[in-house]
């Protein structure tokens, strides 16, 4: 792989996490096929959680910092394991607590933005179009590339890592023109009003184009709410990192001859029903990926005067929770028997160990991913049902 002469330097550093960070990157690129590196303008680093990452994840990250690792781009921090304030809310046990402090003190060590929380674009770090970045959590992987326009692959944690120390990332995958086409076109023949119908819609095309990058036709609308649960979901089900959707996201390059699949109204329906195991929740969820200020004024305006029977989360960012907090809508979801919780989300915190068993969600990739990574038994609907379920 080419390198320039100050990429050179960096893998003959005296700071040996500078060194270490190049060489990840070279190997990477050399398996990758890359001809060269990119600069990068923003990075997003993944494994935050302790429930994700553990002691070993503790031990890298210290030893990491130790060696003097420090961010040179802006570079965002995932959801952690537990809201940073109220994690005793939380019912989060003292040990995991103070695990969960050091890997935030290392990161911090390191520069990295302890934002965490998985929508970035909402509130801070919004890439431009054509912008390479580094990102890793696979829902804002997918926002970034496909309604931005900004060019990332799915970084693992330590690539993201590198990244963001060296101020590179090898140029390979979606930062190429010549992988950024579609490989499907999805034809909608569905009506989709919510943000749990885009997620149904996501959860569906992920299992059929695993990889792919589908090209949407029929879809009237679309905000900012429902193309980020629909790129969350492509991403749980499959390992989608770029879509498009006609006269909506960027347009895709080429558009013949690809392999056509149609989402119709039956398959919707099937799609609820397959991800639903327990119509009868003990807690419901909201916030995978994290709450727009949008999302959480319309959950307080459906709880406002009311009283919860069973527990209800909102998981958002810090920036979206001041407003929330600001407007008012926190204390209406408060005084209805609801949390809002912030720099976490319902798969990285330890819910398992929590005493719940049976959750609501309105959000496909929580759909997809509670079963196994949290042993829930799912309930997946839309959100105003999901309200009426736990309301007294
Ligand atoms: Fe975000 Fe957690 Fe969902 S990282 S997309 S809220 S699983």
């Known amino acids: 792989m080419y390198l320039t002469d100050e990429e050179k330097d960096m893998l003959e550093s005296d700071n040996p996490a500078v060194r270490k960070a190049m060489k990840l990157l070279v190997k990477l690129g050399d398996i990758y096929g890359a001809e060269e590196m990119v ?20 031990m890298f990250l210290k030893e990491f910092a130790d060696e003097g690792a420090q961010v040179s781009v802006p570079t965002f921090a995932n959801p952690a394991g537990m809201d940073l304030n109220k994690w005793k809310d939380m019912h989060i046990s003292e040990d995991f607590a103070e695990k969960q402090k050091q890997i935030i003190e290392a990161m911090k060590r390191m520069g990295i933005t302890i934002s965490s929380s998985c929508t970035p674009y909402l509130w801070s770090n919004l890439p431009t179009r054509n912008e390479h970045i580094a990102w890793a959590e696979s829902s804002a992987v997918s926002f970034a590339n496909s309604v931005i326009g900004a060019r990332t692959n799915r970084e693992g944690g330590p690539s993201a890592l590198a990244a963001s120390i060296t101020g590179r990332t090898p140029k390979y995958g979606l930062h ?7 490989t499907h076109v999805v034809e909608v023949d569905a009506d989709l009003n919510s943000i749990s119908d885009f997620g149904a819609l996501g959860s569906w095309t992920g299992r059929k184009v695993e990889d792919g990058k589908p090209y949407f036709v029929g879809v009237d609308s679309a905000g900012t709410d429902k ?4 790129g969350a979901a492509m991403a749980a089900s499959g390992a989608v990192a770029l879509y498009f959707v006609e006269g909506i996201t960027v347009d895709p390059m080429e558009v ?3 392999e ?8 919707k329906k099937e799609e609820y029903r397959s991800l639903t195991e327990s119509e009868d929740p003990d807690l419901v969820v909201f916030g995978c990926p994290h709450c727009s200020i ?3 004024e319309n959950i307080a305006k459906k709880l406002e005067g009311k009283t919860l029977d069973k527990d209800l989360w909102v998981f958002t960012s810090k920036a979206v929770e001041a407003w929330s907090d600001r407007m008012g809508y926190t204390d209406i979801i408060e005084k209805a028997g609801g949390k809002v919780f912030s720099d976490t989300c319902n798969v990285v915190c330890p819910i398992e160990k929590m005493n719940y068993g ?3 969600t309105n959000s ?13 038994k799912v309930m997946f609907a839309d959100t105003d049902d999901l309200i009426d379920k736990v309301l007294k």
């Not at 190429?176 to 579609?182: A, G, I, M, Q, W």
């Not at 496909?364 to 829930?376: E, H, M, R, T, V």
């Open 260 to 267: 056509r699949i149609k989402f119709t109204e039956r398959d």
């Open 358 to 360: 049976k959750m609501g």
């Open 256 to 258: 013949q001859g690809l």
């Open 364 to 376: 496909g990739k929580a759909a997809n991913y509670l079963p196994g990574f949290c042993k829930q």
């Open 227 to 230: 193309l980020k649960s629909l």
């Open 39 to 58: 600069e990068i303008a923003s990075a997003q680093a993944s494994g935050v959680s302790y429930k994700s990452i553990g002691d070993p994840g503790i």
């Open 294 to 296: 949008n999302e959480i």
């Open 176 to 182: 190429l023109d010549k992988n950024r086409v579609p």
